[in-house]
C-alpha cells in the first residue's frame, strides 16, 4: 500500500518514507491509496482473537511490505503492553479507558508504535536520526516515554519553562540523559514552536542532520490509533446493537482513526466529535462553512486547537461529501462550566472519576442522547484524571491518588537543559550533538 500526499503535488511513498518524512514535501498529510476491507468472519471471530492478533491485522495492510511479519509483530506487542479496558458507567454509558499507558494519555500507542518503526528503520543506519518535537504538555511526554531508549533514534523536546504541569513536566524531563533530551526554554509554547519550525526550514542544518518530527500527523502515529476501536468492539457486550461513539476531539487524529476502522468494516455506524469551546467543526456540521479560529484556552487543554489538522483527512474519507459526512458524524461543543458539572455528577452518581476531556465526550453523548433516547454509546476515556488534578481535585473536593505505575517515573530526576528563545542557539546545540 502506498500514501499519498492530500495536497497532491509530491509523489506517492510508501509506509517508511511517509514517517520518516511525516509530512509530504508539498505539505499535504499522507492518506493510504487503499483502505483495507475486512470480511464478515473477521469481525465474527475477533471475539476470540488476543489483543497482539487484532492489532497486527488491523496495522499490518498499511505497513505493506516495509517491517517484516516478525518484527511487525514484535513492534504491535510491545506497543500496546498495558490494558484498554471498557467499564461500564451506567447502562447506557461505557467507557474506553485509554489512560492505562505509561504517560497516563491515549497518546502513548501513537507514540510507541512510531518510535518502534523509526528504530526499525534505522537500525541498520550509520546515521541516526534526530527526532526534534515541541510541546505544550502531553505529546512531549508521550514521545520522550516512547522513544527512550529506542536505539538509532535521539529525541529533543522543547517545553515552555513554567508552563507545563508538574506531572508533565516530570514525564518530560525525567527520562533526559540517554537519547531524550530536555530543552526548558524561557519562552512560551510559540517560541518553541517558532525555534523547530525555524530547524526544519533551514536546509543547511539539515544536510548534517537527519531531522523528522514525531507530530500527531505522522502516520505512524494516525493509523495505529484504529485499534481502540477494534478493541472497543471486542470487549462490547451486545454484538447486535452496535454503540454510539464519542471521541474527545482536538486535531481529530484519532476520530479520524476510528471513522477510518469503520470503513474498514467495523461496525460502529454513528460517532460523535466531542469539542470543547474550540467549536470550528460543530459549527462546520451546521452551517457547511469552514472557519479556522484561534485556539481558546479550556480545561480540556489537549483540545484547544483552533484548526484541525487531520479534519482534511476526515473530509479525504467521505470524498468531500458533506451529507455522507453529517450522516456518521455529529459533533457538540461544550463549555467548560457542563464539563466541571459531568465531571461532578458522575463522580457522586456513578462513582466513576472521568477527567476534563472523557467529561466532554460524556456531555456531548448525553446530548445525542436527548434526540435519541433508548440509545447505548461508549467514549473513549483519553486521559487519566490525575493528569488533570488542579481542575478535577476543586470539584470532587478529594485527592486523586497518583498511580503506583508511574511512582518511579515521579522519583526520577528532572534533567533539563535551559535555553534562551535563540534559534543560533539551538542550532548550536543540535550540530554539537551530531559531531
Ligand atoms: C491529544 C488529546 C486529545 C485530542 O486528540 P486528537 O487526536 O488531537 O483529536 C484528547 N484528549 C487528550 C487527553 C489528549 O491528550
Known sequence: MN???LNKKSPPVNFREA??????????????????????????ELPDYSREEIAFQVIAPYVGECIPENDLRGIVADTIRFDFPLVKITDQIYSLELYHGPTLAFKDVG????????????????????VLVATSGDTGGAVADGFHGVDGVDVIILYPSGKVSSVQEQQLTGLGGGNIHALEVKGSFDDCQSLVKQAFADIALREKIFLTSANSINVARWLPQQFYYFFAWQQWPEKSNPPIISVPSGNFGNICAGLLARQSGL?????????????????????????????????????????????????????HQFKDLSG????????????????????????????????VAIA?????????????????????????YDSVEPIIGKKVPIPPSINS???????????????????????????
Not at 111 to 130: N, P, V, W
Not at 410 to 435: F, G, H, T
Open 3 to 5: 500514501f499519498y500526499s
Open 111 to 130: 507514540a510507541r508504535f512510531m518510535s518502534r518503526c523509526l528504530g526499525y528503520f534505522f537500525r541498520e543506519e550509520k546515521k541516526k536520526i534526530t
Open 328 to 359: 456518521t458524524l455529529s459533533s457538540y461543543s461544550i463549555s467548560d462550566e457542563l464539563t466541571r458539572q459531568t465531571i461532578g455528577k458522575y463522580y457522586s452518581s456513578c462513582n466513576y472519576l472521568a477527567d476534563p476531556h472523557g467529561a
Open 19 to 44: 514517517t520518516i518524512q511525516g509530512q509530504a514535501p508539498d505539505k499535504g498529510l499522507y492518506f493510504p491509496d487503499e483502505i483495507h476491507l475486512f470480511s464478515k468472519s473477521f469481525f465474527h
Open 364 to 388: 456531548a453523548l448525553e446530548k445525542w442522547f436527548s434526540n435519541h433516547p433508548g440509545q447505548q454509546g461508549i467514549i473513549l476515556e483519553t486521559a487519566h484524571p490525575v493528569k488533570f
Open 267 to 319: 461496525p460502529f455506524h454513528h460517532f460523535i466529535a466531542a469539542c470543547n469551546a474550540n467549536r470550528v467543526v460543530p459549527d462546520f456540521l451546521q452551517s457547511r462553512v469552514y472557519e479556522p479560529m484561534p485556539a481558546i484556552h479550556t480545561l480540556s487543554n489537549a483540545m484547544d486547537v483552533g484548526n484541525p489538522s487531520n479534519f482534511v483527512r476526515i473530509l479525504e474519507l467521505f470524498h
Open 409 to 435: 517515573l515521579m522519583a526520577r530526576k528532572k534533567n533539563s537543559i535551559p535555553m534562551d528563545v535563540s534559534y543560533n542557539k539551538l542550532k548550536e546545540y543540535l550540530l554539537d550533538r551530531n559531531q
